[in-house]
Structures are given as structure tokens and as C-alpha cells.
T-cell receptor, first 115, second 114 residues
Framework: DTGVSQDPRHKITKRGQNVTFRCDPISEHNRLYWYRQTLGQGPEFLTYFQNEAQLEKSRLLSDRFSAERPKGSFSTLEIQRTEQGDSAMYLC?????????????FGSGTQLSVL | AQSVTQPDIHITVSEGASLELRCNYSYGATPYLFWYVQSPGQGLQLLLKYFSGDTLVQGIKGFEAEFKRSQSSFNLRKPSVHWSDAAEYFCAVGARTNAGKSTFGDGTTLTVKP
């Protein structure tokens, strides 16, 4: 069990640029979640996958955001035409859904700064 | 709509003293409640969770929490705080089978004085 890993840890970009983050979940986990966390707030749910299917997207997720999980393993979150308001920590979590209670394992996050 | 309120933004306690972090929730069905801890530069780690049964729940690192339905509260406690407990603590409420869609509170930052 190597845990959930996220890459990069930090990303600084200029407004208007596109950025992509990667999340590698724990290998046997079928669910993968993305969150955004701003300073002084808790994580906010953005979207989640069960295997390769994206099952839900939050209303927080504008059209500039897109997420994929092409083979049901790693996932990417892309932000197009970044804005200063996108500056936040982007967290990924994974879990094994077995019909019972679910336990999440979080990565350390990607800190995005938009200048 | 579901929501979580953590009334204390920042708490300072002396090492060895007891700790209680408050959490109030609003949820339309039977709540599934969590406490997570986040250390600087790290992801969230689950301390404990409650769905049903005994209203006093034991977690990792010596933490416990008590569910009080009448008060819509799920307060986290520890009898004796260690310097390594300094971190940010988040309470969350959601559905048992979809913990990932939980609503999180804004967190309480714990500082431990030597």
C-alpha cells in the first residue's frame, strides 16, 4: 500500500494558462475523488469516478475544469484558461466501495498558484 | 442541504491538557459523521467515524467522539494532548456508502503549548 500520490506538489502558472494535475490512487481502489480546498476552509467536493466512469460533478466545477480516469487507474484534472480564483489546494482521495461503509485515503494535494 | 459548523477556528491547549473540538451538523437523513486530521503539507487522515450503534466512538491516536442526536453534535475529545497533535481538524457529514461526497466544516486549528 503506497498510498495516494499526487503530482506535482506545487504549480505556479500565469492567468490564462492551462494546467493539469495527476492523481494515482491506491491500486485496488475503484473510487476516486477530487476536491478543492482554499485557505481557511474544508475540502469541497468537485467530482468522482467509479472505475473509469465519472459519476458526478459538483456545480462548483465550471466548464474550464475537466477530469478523466481513462483506464480506471490514475486520474487527471485539467483547468483551462486559469483564473486567479482557481488558486487553491487540489486534493485527491480514493476508496474501495464494497457496498458497506467507505473509508477515504487522501493524497497530499497539489497547491496551485495563479499569478 | 447538509452542512457542518465548527465554531472554533483556532484552539490553543497546553501539552498534557484535555481537548474538545466542537462540531455541529445539519443532515436530512441518518448522518454518517467523520473527523479528519490534516498536518501541514499532508493530506487528510481519518481519525474516526460514526454511523450507528454506540454513540461514543473510539479512533486512532487516542481520540474519541460522542454523537448527540438531540444536539446535532459530534464533538471530538482527547484526554491528554501531545505536541504532535498540533494540526488542523475537520468534521464532515455524509452518506455511509459515499463518504467522498461528504460536506466538510471549515476546520479547527489546534496549537499545543509546551
Amino acid at each position: 500500500d503506497t498510498g495516494v500520490s499526487q503530482d506535482p506538489r506545487h504549480k505556479i502558472t500565469k492567468r490564462g494558462q492551462n494546467v493539469t494535475f495527476r492523481c494515482d490512487p491506491i491500486s485496488e481502489h475503484n473510487r476516486l475523488y477530487w476536491y478543492r480546498q482554499t485557505l481557511g476552509q474544508g475540502p469541497e467536493f468537485l467530482t468522482y469516478f467509479q472505475n473509469e466512469a465519472q459519476l458526478e460533478k459538483s456545480r462548483l466545477l465550471s466548464d474550464r475544469f475537466s477530469a478523466e480516469r481513462p483506464k480506471g487507474s490514475f486520474s487527471t484534472l485539467e483547468i483551462q484558461r486559469t483564473e486567479q480564483g482557481d488558486s487553491a489546494m487540489y486534493l485527491c482521495a480514493s476508496s474501495k466501495s464494497q457496498g458497506g461503509s467507505e473509508k477515504l485515503f487522501f493524497g497530499s494535494g497539489t497547491q496551485l498558484s495563479v499569478l | 442541504a447538509q452542512s457542518v459548523t465548527q465554531p472554533d477556528i483556532h484552539i490553543t491547549v497546553s501539552e498534557g491538557a484535555s481537548l474538545e473540538l466542537r462540531c455541529n451538523y445539519s443532515y436530512g437523513a441518518t448522518p454518517y459523521l467523520f473527523w479528519y486530521v490534516q498536518s501541514p503539507g499532508q493530506g487528510l487522515q481519518l481519525l474516526l467515524k460514526y454511523f450507528s450503534g454506540d454513540t461514543l466512538v473510539q479512533g486512532i491516536k487516542g481520540f474519541e467522539a460522542e454523537f448527540k442526536r438531540s444536539q446535532s453534535s459530534f464533538n471530538l475529545r482527547k484526554p491528554s494532548v501531545h505536541w504532535s497533535d498540533a494540526a488542523e481538524y475537520f468534521c464532515a457529514v455524509g452518506a455511509r456508502t459515499n463518504a467522498g461526497k461528504s460536506t466538510f466544516g471549515d476546520g479547527t486549528t489546534l496549537t499545543v503549548k509546551p
